[in-house]
DNA sequence: AATTAAATTTAGGTTCGTCTAAAAATTAAT
DNA sequence: ATTAATTTTTAGACGAACCTAAATTTAATT
């Protein structure tokens, strides 16, 4: 007698896209989270979400009730990690071996994460090597699922004459992408905190050898840890 | 003043699959193809097929009037042109970087051919060494949709006493490919027809330093190129 | 040429994922 | 604690892509 451990293989690409919203939204699907922002996040009307909502509590990947916000359970936490697993492995082999940058690799990624072939992900991931972070720093779930970051923290919540190496971005929007390139602020850079402006939250970092003033909206989406 | 020359950039994951039929179907679709054998091949119903040639004729990618089957403008031919260049690039990629057999490629590549990303297939175009077949021996069209075989000829065809390279496949079936494998007939092989047997049709070859007895079939779905 | 058979199309229906507009529940503000 | 504002859900509709069953056209056979 056997107990069905696999996941959901015949999810559609809009119900994939649904636990991986939920995912993000809700400290990795174990908060509740409201109809509306994800509505808002997927560009989509509450009516929809609310619809999608019911399919997927049918199907057991998500907890629902009326009014309450949706969290997922342990199989769409499973899930959703299988497809972000996904995503962000396509991720470094498109910068890794197709020359994309940092800032193009997003969108192609989510269309490639949809792509349903178990040989294919494994295989992929041997080809990069077994990489533990996406181009952006975030960690790749591991075949179970697991996965997490060092103890890194924002720069904005870091005290003066802290020093660590830059090993993520919260925000990876194009824009935050090219402006950090444009800066010369990359992974991997050692960084230390000068001085903080109070006056606007700002702070002075030593980057490499040079020395930068940053406001404290890039601080806070700057990811250091401490080495 | 600009006229369009793109192609149709928003075509649904059917509309894509229907084209490359017709396309397969219709001698690369210049030749009118039935209703009925696009249903068959499609595994679907022939009234389903007669609605979507109807969608596709209104978007001009299909020439169509009732009952007398559809063809490709060329429109549809170069649209069909760049969905089969992406299916045999990615089936490259899985075999000469992934490792799969290639009797294992085609199902992935089928869901891999509708993403959508031009950057994506001139970079894979890049990474592969910009191959001219893939792993059957069909050729690959250029960005363009220009491509040809060299002069190839079915083994069936040829007179006793031919000499050639083994350099594609008619059938591409899991079992074909898997039954030449056992019997260690593979692209690249120099293979010499010693004798026909009137009989059965079957034929003696030999290939590399072996003699081997193959049916007709076989013969009939292996592509020789005359050395 | 008339009849039968086969292929194709039409008509009407289903499911999926979306929408709008209106109703209901929850939360915030007076 | 009412009222007002917001959030969420229901109800009903729509397009895409499919289906079944019936009608129509073309092709094949007598």
């Given at each position: 007698m056997y107990f069905c451990i696999n996941l959901?293989?015949?999810m559609t690409r809009s119900e994939e896209n649904y636990i991986k919203t939920i995912f993000h939204l809700g400290n990795k699907g174990t908060e509740a989270v409201a109809t509306n922002a994800i509505a808002e996040l997927m560009e989509t009307k509450p009516s929809s979400v609310t619809d999608?909502?019911?399919?997927?509590?049918e199907k057991d990947l998500v907890n629902y009730k009326r009014y309450q916000g949706v969290s997922l359970t342990e199989l769409g936490t499973k899930t959703a990690l299988g497809i972000i697993r996904k995503h962000r492995l396509w991720e470094v082999f498109l910068v890794d071996k197709l020359d994309f940058s940092w800032d193009e690799v997003h969108e192609v990624a989510e269309q490639?994460?949809?792509i349903k072939s178990d040989k294919l992900i494994d295989k992929l991931d041997a080809l990069l090597n077994y990489p533990k972070f996406?181009?952006?720093?975030?960690?790749?779930?591991?075949?179970?699922g697991a996965?997490?970051?060092?103890?890194?923290?924002?720069?904005?919540?870091?005290?003066?004459?802290?020093?660590?190496?830059c090993v993520?971005?919260?925000d990876s929007s194009t824009a935050f992408l090219k402006f950090l390139d444009k800066n010369k602020i990359a992974l991997g850079d050692e960084i230390t905190i000068l001085e903080k402006e109070e006056f606007d939250s700002s702070f002075y970092i030593k980057i490499g050898n040079r020395r930068e003033h940053i406001s404290n909206q890039i601080a806070s989406n700057l990811y250091i840890k401490i080495s």
């Open positions: 959901y293989k015949d999608m909502v019911k399919k997927l509590s490639l994460e949809h996406d181009p952006h720093g975030d960690p790749i779930p591991d075949k179970n996965f997490k970051h060092g103890d890194r923290k924002l720069l904005s919540e870091l005290p003066v004459e802290s020093k660590g190496i993520g971005v919260k």
